[in-house]
Nanobody, 115 residues
């Protein structure tokens, strides 16, 4: 059974930092493009960043320069370093492949940025 487990969320002040982790049980993790998605209250889930197996990255304009995705293929883990957080970053964050797979959605981790 495929499993992605997100962790590292929490409550942080405006301008603060968090690091999210996503541990995967996917045996083919190392060949998957992985992404971090988020869903804010009342909004659709959106892809904010992705990373190829070789480490090439893409970012949504809203997070460029503040969020950094990286991965450790040996540990089957993808990370999201979040700096200079804004209230608009408040959301539940999920990891999944990119494009997303219905089978991979986990519980997500809540990030709340207070002003």
């Amino acid at each position: 059974q495929v499993q992605l487990v997100e962790s590292g969320g929490g409550l942080v002040q405006f301008g603060g930092s968090l690091r999210l982790s996503c541990a995967a049980s996917i045996s083919i993790f190392s060949i998957k493009v992985m992404g971090w998605y988020r869903q804010a209250p009342g909004k659709q889930r959106e892809l904010v960043t992705s990373i190829t197996p070789g480490g090439s990255t893409n970012y949504a304009d809203s997070v460029k320069g503040r969020l950094t995705i990286y991965r450790d293929n040996a540990k089957k883990t993808v990370y999201l370093q979040m700096n200079n957080l804004k209230t608009a970053d408040t959301a539940v964050y999920y990891c999944n492949s990119a494009p997303q797979s219905r089978a991979y959605w986990g519980q997500g981790t809540q990030v709340t940025v207070s002003s």
